[in-house]
């Protein structure tokens, strides 16, 4: 079965400090990853994405993840948090089965970052 | 201009009412999708639009039905709705539907059913 898996329901951290959140997905099929931002009351936006080349990508606000294949994982880490990333993140993927797949973004469960003073 | 639109931002219903969610992007985009995001809940693909046909229609029932007259605009009309369809409506445009292009997200219509 495909699906995706945040594992982290709620983040607290500090500000200034460092953070990771973290993404695993099942697949029999090649992926694509993202990682979206919703502030309260927004839509969501783009942090960043892995379609294929260096496993290493870098997003905006600072923040960066890595794709590695053998753990099916796609980390969010950020050196040193600030209180506007307090919004909850999603990781999501596209399933690579061709065709009309290409248009589904199948989302994980959120993970809400909370960046304490 | 990288932004997607939707009117209205708030709606409340009841659940004989007719009433139609709009959303609508002037960046060329020729993909646009709707989905729903229930509280505390990802959201989740309802339709996806190509070149204003229906791609994908994610089994959702009758009472939703997605309309695209024209590349800008996308509607949601929505007939005899339920309580359970209360949620965050969010509408996406993106150049096309290869992950490559990015999808930008609207702000979202708030639907209460009554």
């Known amino acids: 079965a495909q699906s995706v898996t945040q594992l982290d329901s709620q983040v607290p951290v500090f500000e200034e400090a460092p953070v990771e959140l973290r993404c695993n997905y099942s697949?029999?099929?090649?992926?694509?990853l993202f990682w979206y931002v919703q502030y309260p009351n927004q839509g969501l936006q783009l942090l960043l994405k892995?379609?294929?080349?260096?496993?290493l990508v870098k997003g905006i606000n600072g923040f960066e993840a890595e794709f590695n294949k053998s753990q099916t994982s796609f980390h969010l880490r950020k050196p040193s948090v600030h209180i506007s990333d307090t919004a909850e993140y999603f990781c999501?993927?596209?399933?690579?089965?061709?065709?009309?797949?290409?248009?589904?973004?199948?989302f994980g469960q959120g993970t809400i970052l909370t960046v304490h003073p | 201009d990288t932004e997607v639109t939707q009117t209205p931002k708030h709606l409340v219903m009841g659940m004989t009412n007719k009433k139609s969610l709009k959303c609508e992007q002037h960046m060329g985009h020729r993909a646009m999708y709707w989905y729903k995001q229930k509280a505390k809940k990802p959201p989740e693909l309802m339709f996806v639009y190509s070149y204003e046909k229906l791609s994908i229609n994610e089994s959702v029932p009758s009472r939703f039905s997605p309309e695209c007259p024209n590349s800008s605009l996308l509607n949601l009309h929505l007939h005899a709705l339920q309580p359970e369809d209360s949620a965050l409506y969010l509408c996406a445009s993106s150049q096309g539907t290869h992950p490559y292009n990015e999808q930008f997200f609207g702000p979202g219509t708030r639907l209460t059913v009554l």
């Open positions: 697949s029999s099929v090649s992926v694509y």
């Open positions: 892995y379609l294929s080349g260096s496993t």
């Open positions: 999501a993927v596209i399933f690579n089965a061709g065709g009309t797949s290409y248009g589904k973004l199948t």
